[in-house]
């Protein structure tokens, strides 16, 4: 909220336990620009508990977004 993202869908998936840990897995979709994608990365890797990203995909909200002077 901070960084102007725009949070449209979060989907928990199945935690797997392991011998110390239990994976939390979710999926976050959201829109904004890429300057405030690096920023929410960046506050992850701030954060004082473990988290780790195994994949995220980016995309243009549509095809034109790539002529504009922000990419969405």
């Given at each position: ?29 959201f ?5 405030q ?36």
């Amino acid at each position: 909220k901070k960084i102007g993202l725009t949070l449209t869908r979060i989907e928990e998936g199945t935690d797997a336990k392991k011998d110390y840990y239990v994976e939390k897995p979710f999926s976050l979709t959201f829109k904004g620009v890429y300057v405030q994608m690096i920023a929410f990365m960046e506050r992850l890797s701030q954060l004082e508990k473990v988290i780790r990203v195994d994949e995220y995909t980016v995309k243009p909200r549509t095809p034109d977004s790539a002529k504009q002077k922000y990419v969405d």
